[in-house]
């Protein structure tokens, strides 16, 4: 639903920007509303997996090629 896609998106952005603002709890009690904590885990896990690759690309000057 709109509802769990947005409370996910609000996980992952406090995720990204932890340093910022941290990882709310209250957001954390929206995502167990609609996911068990196994699954959370699994999600924390590839938003920070995410985000690792993101920091690699950028720390290495990594561009997309374009497609032929």
Known sequence: SDVCSSDLLAWTDSLTRV???????????????????AEIA??????????????VAVGFAMHPRARA
């Open 19 to 37: 340093a910022d603002k941290g990882a709310p709890d209250a957001e954390y009690d929206e995502l167990r509303r609609h996911f068990s904590e």
């Open 42 to 55: 699994n999600l924390t896990a590839l938003a920070g997996m995410i985000n690792l690759w993101n920091r």
